[in-house]
């Protein structure tokens, strides 16, 4: 059996997550597998979540709601997968690669004596995987040797699981969180911006290191974002030069995004940052330098100094 770990963001499955079950319905027939099942943990959203989930062509969906996302770090998530995935037999472990999933699948995969694999992109028909390697520059055929297997899903390979008009079994388990924690989470705070999630926004306006400060990058990247209706995500650079918040980092270290519409402004395509715009569908980019390598990704691009192109393309915009 598939198990598939569940993001949800209140009592809505985050779209990236109907990625992973798209995975994870592939690898059912792709490796040979009897049942998929999804999993959601936390709190009393939990279960609006999974009854949304069930809608996803899963086989069964499970949710815990006595364990609080609140206070959720990745020794806690380790060890109920760890317990859920011995009692409902799991062979095969799957969660997306967000932040969290990074943190507690290495540290379930070693519970379990699993091995396991790194942003998957297929599942290959003898049973191996095809994984992302340097930042998505080169492709690995990885086989797992180990009874049970573990890996994250890269979720732009995967189209978003569409909703179906009737749903699977909704179940509730009832483990408990695990004593005695190695680490708790005091605080979360969420940098709500009032603009789309970035991991779920059709579209993305994303800023460099063109821009010299924090007042600049939210005069054009975030007024080209409104106008657009965007999330708005940055280079690794731009965060590093205090511009935008980390959680607006997109790239190999920061959050993988699959819009319809990415819109480069003054970035200059470094491999690491076009890892976490693989996926989306159409890439505008405006930069100075006509050799920009960004430009080579884009479908539409222009040579232009940031400063001036968007606040003409915010005019143009806002009149139609
Ligand atoms: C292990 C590792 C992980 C990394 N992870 C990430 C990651 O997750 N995400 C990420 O983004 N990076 C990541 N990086 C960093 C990455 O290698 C690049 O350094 C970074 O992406 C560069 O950001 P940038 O394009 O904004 O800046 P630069 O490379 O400095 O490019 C700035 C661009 O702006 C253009 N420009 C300048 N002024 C203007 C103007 N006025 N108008 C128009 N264009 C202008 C320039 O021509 C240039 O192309 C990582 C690096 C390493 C080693």
């Not at 969420?190 to 010299?212: K, N, Q, T």
């Not at 996926?279 to 390598?293: I, L």
Request: net charge negative; aromatic share 6%; hydrophobic share 45%.
């Amino acid at each position: 059996m598939i198990l598939v770990f569940i993001e949800h963001s209140g009592p809505e499955v985050a779209l990236w997550s109907r990625s992973v079950i798209s995975a994870a319905l592939e690898a059912k027939s792709a490796h040979g597998y009897r049942r998929a099942a999804g999993l959601l943990v936390g709190g009393k959203n939990a279960v609006l979540a999974a009854r949304e989930a069930s809608y996803y062509g899963l086989d069964q969906v499970y949710y815990i709601d006595t364990v609080q996302t609140a206070s959720h770090p990745a020794c806690v998530d380790a060890a109920v997968l760890r317990q859920v995935c011995l009692r409902l037999g799991v062979m095969l472990l799957l969660a997306g690669a967000s932040s969290r999933a990074k943190s507690f699948m290495p540290r379930t995969a070693h519970m379990l004596g699993a091995g396991m694999v790194s942003e998957a992109v297929a599942f290959l028909p003898d049973g191996a995987f095809r994984r992302m390697m340097y930042a998505g520059s080169a492709y690995a055929e990885v086989e797992v040797l180990t009874k049970i297997k573990a890996a994250t899903i890269q979720q732009s390979a995967f189209a978003a699981a569409p909703k179906l008009d009737a749903g699977c079994e909704v179940c509730c388990l009832d483990e408990a969180c695990p004593a005695p924690l190695q680490e708790e989470i005091i605080a979360c705070s969420s940098a709500d911006d009032g603009r789309p999630e970035l991991r779920d926004a059709r579209v993305v306006v994303s800023g460099g290191r063109a821009f010299s400060n924090a007042g600049e990058f939210a005069a054009h990247v975030g007024a080209l974002a409104d106008c657009l209706g965007a999330a708005v995500g940055a280079s690794r650079s731009a965060v590093d030069a205090g511009c935008a918040p980390n959680s607006a980092q997109v790239g190999q270290t920061g959050k993988v995004v699959s819009p319809d519409l990415y819109v480069a402004l003054g970035i200059s395509g470094a491999i690491q940052h076009l890892a976490g715009m693989h996926g989306a569908k159409t890439v505008v980019a405006v930069n100075s330098d006509p050799a920009a390598p960004v430009f080579e990704e884009s479908d539409y691009y222009l040579v232009g100094d940031v400063c001036s192109v968007v606040p003409e393309l915010c005019r143009e915009l806002k009149s139609i």
